[in-house]
Structures are given as C-alpha cells and as structure tokens.
Nanobody
Framework: QVQLVESGGGLVQAGASLRLSCAASARTFSSYAMGWFRQAPGKEREFIAA?????????YYGDSVKGRFTISRDNAKNTVDLQMNSLKPEDTALYYC????????????????WGQGTQVTVSS
C-alpha cells in the first residue's frame, strides 16, 4: 500500500510560479513511476506529467504544460515535485499525485495509487 500526500497548492496571480510536492510512504519509492494529474470543476481529469522509476527518471508531459511545468523526484526523500512556471488561469484545478509500478499506467491515467489532491488557483 502506498500513501501519497500532496502539498504546495495555493492562490497565485497569472504569470507566477508554484511548486507542488508529493510525499510517498512506499518503502521502495524508487521502484514506482510517479505522475501528476489535475481536474478542474466540470472537466475530466487531465494528465500533466510523469516520471519513470529509478534514478534517471525519464519524463513525459501533457501538451498543455510542456515547456512550463517540470516534474522531478528525490528518491532519498520519497518525494516527487511539480515545478509550475508561467501559470495561467486555465491551470486552476485540483492537482493529484499518483504512483504505479508501471510507467504505462501513469501515462494512460490508470495508476494504482492516488493522493487526495491540492488546490491550485490562478487569478487573472
């Protein structure tokens, strides 16, 4: 069982930056691929970013955030972060962290473990 706890959300103005963090309880954190998703009111959940397991951590991003968001992991601290730059009002959503042993499951939005989410609100 893996427990995920997100933090770092808040209210910011357009153009600002924000860094989200997700702390994982997994004993073998480095064995898990990790990802970030978001869901805005009235919209479907959207894939944001994923990072492969291990130390190298190849990354993959959704089209809407490429070039603005960066996912990274610290296997020593059992954390995965999402650095968000040049935020836009349309980035407003509840942001979720997720984990799965298979990277593919992150990318196709069917990870085994989900966090509870952290709210990000971007004002214009």
């Amino acid at each position: 069982q893996v427990q995920l706890v997100e933090s770092g959300g808040g209210l910011v103005q357009a153009g600002a930056s924000l860094r989200l963090s997700c702390a994982a309880s997994a004993r073998t954190f480095s064995s898990y691929a990790m990802g970030w998703f978001r869901q805005a009111p009235g919209k479907e959940r959207e894939f944001i970013a994923a990072i492969k397991r291990g130390g190298g951590g190849s990354t993959y991003y959704g089209d809407s955030v490429k070039g603005r968001f960066t996912i990274s992991r610290d296997n020593a601290k059992n954390t995965v972060d999402l650095q968000m730059n040049s935020l836009k009002p349309e980035d407003t959503a509840l942001y979720y962290c997720a984990a799965d042993l298979a990277f593919h499951n992150i990318v196709v939005m069917t990870p085994q473990y989900w966090g509870q989410g952290t709210q990000v609100t971007v004002s214009s």
